[in-house]
């Protein structure tokens, strides 16, 4: 199964960015999609991005597009989600998650057989 460690959450003010990165290892071949989640306290956890690895295409939430961009490194051993212009409504737990097969649920935590530990990102107003 994938490991997957999440770094570089924190707290901001509104307005501002942060670079969360999420190493993937201990896997034979890398996963077909990648993604990030996230979840605030007493809420479900939402999709936010999802990285189609072999094909390098992104697609994202709504709330989140031209705001967050996700990317993967050249050695397609790390994913990373750039957010840019965060706001108070992007306070939450983030989660990277990979599917090591295609999925069609690629929207949905119960499309992704590995997670991470999560990595808290905090906004203030």
């Known amino acids: 199964q994938v490991q997957l460690v999440e770094s570089g959450g924190g707290s901001v003010q509104a307005g501002g960015s942060l670079r969360l990165s999420c190493a993937a290892s201990g896997y034979t071949y890398r996963p077909f999609s990648m993604g990030w989640f996230r979840q605030a306290p007493g809420k479900e956890r939402d999709w936010v991005a999802t990285m189609f690895t072999a094909f390098g295409s992104a697609y994202y939430a709504e709330s989140v597009k031209g705001r967050f961009t996700i990317s993967q490194d050249n050695a397609k051993t790390s994913l990373y989600l750039q957010m840019n212009s965060l706001k108070s409504e992007d306070t939450a737990m983030y989660y990277c998650?990979?599917?090591?097969?295609?999925?069609?649920?690629?929207?949905?935590?119960?499309?992704?057989?590995?997670w991470g530990q999560g990595t808290q990102v905090t906004v203030s107003s």
């Open positions: 998650a990979a599917a090591e097969g295609r999925s069609s649920d690629w929207m949905r935590p119960h499309g992704y057989n590995s």
